[in-house]
């Protein structure tokens, strides 16, 4: 195996960890609803969300959703801007495109794989 796809592989394995727990799935999913994989959002069109709404949303405490959103930060899941006292996070439509490309990749994989003699 290369240092390329192990290199990817890690990454991705650290991506689906962090999407282990409920919550941090749940605040992906809300945040990833701004565009469907392999289209480009429009500028200006990313759903950037504060986490103030997210708590409200889900009915978690601030603080504990920002714990959350350091996870998927840290994951590279989610990006995130300070604006005055909020926090606004988002995920970039490319990352949504590379899971997806990952999927299809390893569906056409096991695919193939089904097919053998």
């Not at 592989?9 to 999913?29: C, M």
């Not at 945040?31 to 986490?51: K, N, T």
């Not at 949303?57 to 604006?83: F, M, N, Q, Y």
């Amino acid at each position: 195996m290369s240092n390329y796809r192990t290199i990817g592989l890690k990454s991705l394995a650290s991506r689906f960890k962090a999407l282990g727990h409920p919550h941090r799935l749940e605040i992906f999913w809300r945040l990833a609803g701004c565009c469907v994989p392999g289209a480009s959002c429009p500028p200006g069109e990313v759903i950037r969300r504060c986490v103030g709404e997210l708590a409200a949303d889900l009915d978690i405490a601030p603080s504990t959703v920002s714990h959350h959103i350091k996870e998927l930060t840290h994951a590279g899941l989610i990006a995130t801007e300070r604006c005055g006292r909020e926090i606004r996070c988002w995920v970039e439509p490319d990352l949504l495109n590379e899971l997806s490309e990952f999927f299809a990749n390893f569906l056409a994989s096991a695919s193939i794989e089904a097919r053998k003699p």
